[in-house]
């Protein structure tokens, strides 16, 4: 799929494309993946079926377009207020869980999408290689600054991070796990996982937020 970044574009062609994209989430929000019907889409965001085909083939590409500007709206918000190592991973765990929250039926619309496509779809770059590049940028991060083990694999632990995140998603997916508790689970699988590297300082710290979970638990 190629991607048509918003600078290239004309100021009425950004307000068309900001709004097939707003009205893409919020049908998502609303009516869930199966619910979206592209005439119909098409319709509330005030652009021709033919307009809408033109310039997104298909209800997938449509989608996953809409989740890669709400990923670059929250990548402008990040570094408006720039966070490293565990502070970063913490605040983009709370963030997920988060949106997922607010918009429940969008993020398992999405995380459906993800465990159904292939190794080579765009929504597995988006969703995982790009997110994992940058969970392993603040690994290294902590590695450099002493809160991890000097021999730890940041390849192997950003990838152990992105484990844990997808497997708590795809048990919410399931209805394994309540809505309401999805911020707690997703935050406590991945401080177990920085925990087999963490230095004691960083120990310390990791213990403390578990503890904080374990007692907000009701």
Not at 16 to 27: A, D, K
Not at 31 to 47: E, K, Q
Not at 95 to 120: C, E, K, N, V, Y
Not at 170 to 182: D, F, Q
């Amino acid at each position: 799929m190629r991607r048509v970044r918003p600078e290239s574009l004309t100021p009425l062609q950004r307000k068309r494309r900001e709004r097939i994209l707003t009205t893409t989430r919020t049908q998502l929000s609303e009516l869930g993946y199966d619910g979206i019907n592209m005439r119909d889409l098409a319709a509330s965001a005030r652009v021709s079926p033919t307009t809408l085909y033109n310039l997104y083939e298909n209800k997938d590409v449509l989608v996953l377009s809409a989740l890669q500007d709400q990923l670059e709206q929250m990548a402008r918000q990040a570094e408006a207020r720039p966070e490293e190592g565990l502070t970063y991973l913490l605040e983009i765990s709370r963030a997920i869980a988060q949106q997922i929250q607010d918009t429940p039926r969008w993020a398992d619309a999405i995380a459906r999408l993800l465990f159904q496509a292939s190794p080579q779809d765009p929504i597995t770059r988006t969703l995982l290689i790009e997110t994992l590049a940058a969970r392993r940028t603040a690994l290294e991060a902590m590695r450099e600054a002493g809160e991890l083990n000097r021999r730890a694999d940041s390849a192997a632990l950003a990838r152990s991070l992105m484990g844990a995140v997808w497997s708590t998603l795809l048990l919410w997916t399931k209805s394994v796990i309540p809505l309401e508790a999805l911020p707690a689970e997703l935050l406590r699988n991945q401080l177990y996982v920085l925990l087999a590297e963490a230095t004691e300082p960083l120990r310390q710290r990791l213990q403390r937020e578990l503890d904080e979970l374990h007692c907000a638990a009701p």
